[in-house]
């Protein structure tokens, strides 16, 4: 399996400082890697988790609470005639419980943070599959770079065989010194470009490693091997739902909204025990002073009964409804929307290959026009300007089957982005 070495490679050229060592990831192992580390999906982890606790906030509301209270009340309401014979100070203290037994609005309020914690669960599937498609941008892009650079570098290691022959003739003199200076010229053009590409290539390698959020001393080995090139059959057929799935809770959020706001107009039912201690303070009896303590305790059934809101619940109710409405549209508009854009994908991602698989032929074909033109030169049969136009030719036409490959696999990423596994897409 081949490699490209990218930072070994472009350090001699661009001075990069020597990094730790190497750590070679395939396009799996790099998403991988970005899944575990990406902050962004660290925060919607945790958010998801946040919706575990909610639901138990609002589970809570149908269990039973205890309280502890105490008071102290005056008795000023009695006669003056009576006020010898009463306490005047009553001081209460004990314990107080309450279990709601039926309550619509905490039922709608349990349902709510279910359905939060749905939408909050496709977010964060939706975002591990957006740093997907970014680490698979990226690392084909690397792998783009790195086989253009293996292309300068062979295309240099080819002049310089040549150029032994080359020198071998010209001392006999059956060919001119000047075809040495213009193989030397068409050498420099290609170290150009290979020092141009080296520098995109570092670049992009530190756009991934970013991605990757790799430590400085590692350094990257893209094993170019992994990335893939064909789109596959039944791709369509797994049509992502997320967005779908999304508008479809909001809809639902909407219809469990207007009954919460309906349930004001709930009775609602409790059991209650109070238990409490109750002494007496005060003259009694020819100005006596008395203190006695009680053991009370009361259990029942407490029925609450709404009778009038105001009109701000049915304000409420007029807002969802308008809600669902334009919900209910929106959904529609973006299934229509999703379902054009999908298939003008996968059309833009056949012709792309296509055109791939067109330029590989015309690649085959230039580089054997080059061979040929090459032993009519050192024949003698042609001059040196041929030869070094038709490995040009070469050059270009695998630059541009890189290019388009590229281009290829970047069509097939935006397939995949409509796909219900994406990293399974990317990996076939």
Not at 190 to 214: F, H, K, P, V, Y
């Amino acid at each position: 399996m081949k490699t490209i070495r990218v930072l070994l490679l472009a350090a001699p050229i661009l001075a990069v400082p020597s990094l730790g060592a190497s750590r070679d990831v395939t396009l799996e192992q790099a998403m991988e890697i970005a899944l575990r580390r990406n902050p962004s999906i660290v925060v919607a982890q945790g958010e998801l988790a946040k919706s575990d606790r909610k639901i138990d906030l609002a589970k809570g509301g149908f269990l039973p609470k205890l309280n502890a209270f105490s008071s102290l009340d005056n008795n000023y309401s009695f006669p003056e005639e009576l006020s010898q014979q009463y306490s005047k100070y009553d001081w209460k203290s004990g314990l107080q419980a309450t279990w709601t037994l039926y309550d619509p609005a905490l039922y709608h309020a349990v349902e709510l943070e279910h359905v939060e914690k749905q939408v909050k669960s496709i977010g964060l599937v939706q975002q591990r599959n957006t740093v997907s498609l970014q680490v698979a941008s990226a690392y084909g892009e690397l792998v783009m770079l790195g086989q253009q650079a293996r292309l300068y570098r062979e295309s240099i290691a080819n002049l310089d065989s040549m150029v032994e022959r080359v020198r071998q003739k010209v001392r006999l003199g059956l060919i001119p010194a000047t075809d040495l200076a213009r193989i030397s010229n068409q050498q420099s053009s290609l170290e150009i470009r290979l020092d141009m590409c080296l520098g995109n290539l570092s670049e992009r390698t530190a756009g991934l490693s970013e991605l990757l959020r790799l430590d400085r001393s590692d350094s990257l080995v893209v094993l170019d091997t992994a990335v893939p090139e064909g789109l596959q059959e039944g791709l369509a057929v797994q049509t992502s739902r997320y967005d779908s799935a999304v508008a479809t809770l909001a809809i639902e959020t909407n219809r469990i909204g207007r009954k919460l706001d309906g349930s004001w107009f709930h009775p609602v039912v409790a059991l209650t025990w109070q238990g409490y201690w109750e002494s007496t303070v005060g003259r009694v009896r020819q100005f006596q002073d008395k203190d006695a303590w009680y053991e009370m305790g009361a259990v029942g059934v407490t029925l609450t009964v709404p009778f009038f809101e105001g009109l701000q619940t049915k304000a409420q109710r007029s807002i969802h409804d308008l809600d669902l409405a334009a919900l209910h549209y929106s959904r529609q508009a973006d299934l229509e929307a999703r379902d054009r854009a999908l298939h003008g994908a996968m059309r833009r991602c056949r012709l792309a290959e296509q055109s791939r698989d067109r330029q590989a032929r015309t690649v085959a074909s230039t580089e054997e026009i080059a061979r040929i033109l090459a032993r009519q030169y050192l024949d003698g049969l042609i001059p040196v300007s041929e030869v070094l136009q038709s490995r040009n030719d070469v050059v270009d036409a695998q630059i541009d089957y890189r290019n388009l490959a590229d281009a290829a696999f970047k069509a097939k990423l935006e397939v995949c982005k409509y796909n219900k596994e994406v990293q399974a897409c990317l990996l076939k």
